[in-house]
DNA sequence: AATGAATGAGTTTTCATTCAT
DNA sequence: TATGAATGAAAACTCATTCAT
């Protein structure tokens, strides 16, 4: 229902997709505690008892605009790990799928960053997030096997820093403390990637980590 | 009044001190939005109205604990800056810091974290967040400037990068997805500081970057 | 359209009767105000849509409910009232009308205890009500009148007496506090006969009432 | 809390029972789903919110009125209960207190027998309206042991003639059908006594019953 | 006749904030 | 200082009813 972050728009658009399209706009604009139910049918055209016809609560909204999404980014980073790219590269595709989000649809990341991913409500519901953990977790366990990244480091630690690398950019795109023109976004990816990847080489005298 | 997350409680604990510490806890616990100013003045064990003695409204109170949290942390960092040991030793200082306050007051860092930090009501206080970003970039350019990092990486990206790894470690830990031992902190500390400044090491090929 | 409370069901079901029975089920088990129109139409397996096809409003249903009902039990009053048979006879009909209608219809005796006969909004429909009551009255005058009933007695306040009894136990069937097996509703009807009837029978030395 | 209905009025009122009383004003007059919770706050002349500072629901202010009026109800029973006046007088004693509470708080009895008494949602807590039957079929038995009654009824239909009939007339007199002027009242209890005693005297020839 | 999406007035409830004591 | 009763704006949510199909 949602515009894809990972595809293109599908141009038909029933009542409840309005909603949540709708609701994402509204989100980004407002926050969540910031807006009423009513704002949101406002922005979509409709009656604000509609949203009820379609949705149990206020707070199922906010979940679906993150369920809808993230389905669709893990699915990506899925396809991305199942290749046989060297870890490099497939560290790469991550970066350009949630980097180029933001530039595809900025509201919803903008969602999804601020209201999702630390919502002390939604933790229970999100162990999904951590499935783009895993992922990433495993390219990197997989990286250190075949010779490509050094062994003494925590892989689990690592996809952290890549990870929180990738969202504190979004993060900054976000919040309007970081560039975010078409170049920006290229060099971005670049970035992480070189550093956490050459941080990961293996042909350094390792230090006494 | 907050027990400073870089120094030592203050023993003596006066009336505002405890509704503060309050706030922190019940924050940390059901998150600003779903709590209420009885909650916080429940667990502080004084009357609801007694906190409007001491601030002005609930926000204010989630503005103090930033304020007499962050103010400390950026102090420690601009004294870390200062420091005239290499870079990756000053980068080694913001990441201690940083992460120590978690072993510190959990609760205190899941609320920065949480609350603070991506809260779309807050955004006035970003300049202040975001100095501790200078700092780190500052940092970063200095060691590119006497030759310890290379200097084909925009630093400002590279600062992102390091605190992004920080706060996304945090996260971790306060969501309880990543272990917190002392053991693990210190070996975070490490891992996070060998890879951003392995990657941003100049003796490497630099590939095409 | 409703199966009679006096006499037996009409076979075939049309829709209209569908939804009033439907109406009747639901109003007994959670209310006429615990209830939405959706959950009558549920019950009923139409779309709730259609119940405005048939009746104005959920009002309607419910005094669609009554007028189908009462109208029976007052026809079969009547029948009763117009016998030449001695009072006690007829008083002894009327109950075996308003206890037996328990054994056919339970759900619906209780709709009507429950929500018409005591409902605020309803008042207007007490005339109809009450022409229950007229007929036990004018039963009553005629026993004294025949002699075989004392006329030291209000009439009107005996009849509140007997349709108070008879209500009593259809409230203690309705509310599970009261057994109602078959020989019970037969030996709660002899009760009543007897104790009413017995506290108006002649011979006795009337007190000073 | 409550204006007692078998005492007198508390002179002093605090700020709950003014609004227990106003509650109860409003039930009576327009029915418990015919009036809104500021209907009730504003008859007691304070804001709505301060209804939830006393009530947890407009459904609790409802079950309070019950609770704190029937108790005295039941507290008044069992002490005619404990009496050693002949069963006649005891049973007379529970007509009383009924019938009398309707000129002492017409409104308070018209919301009992209205809203409480038959409402499918209360029918849970109200286990204690028939500690009421209890006492009178405990009156009847010891009755009937002791000879003033005869043995061959059920005490227990007797139990619910003897309510019902109370029930009915309080009922009469809160729809308007039945005249309540104080003579009424007086000939009313009388009548219900003489009735029910008389048909359960033991001289009679009982019939088959 | 039949459906169920759409409407929006109406209601309860919450809760930050004030203020008399 | 300290209390907690009192306020009332604000909001989520419900649900009877309408109506295009």
Redesign the interface.
């Given at each position: 229902m949602l515009r894809r972050l990972t595809e293109r728009s599908n141009g038909g658009e029933d009542k409840r997709g309005l909603i949540l399209h709708a609701a994402v706009r509204v989100f980004a604009r407002?926050?969540f505690?910031?807006c009423r139910v009513g704002d949101i049918a406002e922005e979509a055209g409709v009656a604000h008892g509609l949203l009820y016809h379609y949705f149990r609560s206020k707070d199922e909204v906010l979940e679906c605009v993150f369920n809808e999404t993230w389905a669709d980014i893990l699915a990506a980073a899925r396809m991305v790990e199942e290749t046989d790219e060297p870890a490099r590269e497939r560290l790469s595709g991550i970066a350009k799928i949630l980097l180029r989000a933001w530039r595809r649809d900025p509201d919803l990341v903008r969602v999804v960053?601020?209201e999702v991913v630390?919502?002390?409500?939604l933790?229970r519901r999100i162990s999904e997030i951590?499935a783009a953990?895993a992922a990433i977790e495993r390219i990197i366990v997989r990286g250190q096997e075949e010779g490509e990244f050094r062994s003494d480091?925590?892989p689990?630690?690592?996809s952290?820093?890549?990870?929180?690398?990738?969202?504190?950019?979004l993060?900054?795109w976000v919040?309007g403390?970081?560039d975010d023109g078409d170049e920006q976004i290229a060099?971005?990816e670049?970035?992480?990637v070189?550093?956490?990847?050459?941080?990961?080489?293996p042909d350094?005298q390792a230090?006494k980590?």
């Open positions: 407002k926050g505690h910031g960053i601020r630390r919502s002390p409500e933790q951590h953990f480091v925590d689990r630690l690592a952290f820093v890549f990870y929180g690398a990738l969202e504190e950019i993060t900054g919040l403390t970081l060099r971005a670049q970035t992480v070189e550093i956490v990847c050459g941080g990961l080489a350094r230090a980590l």
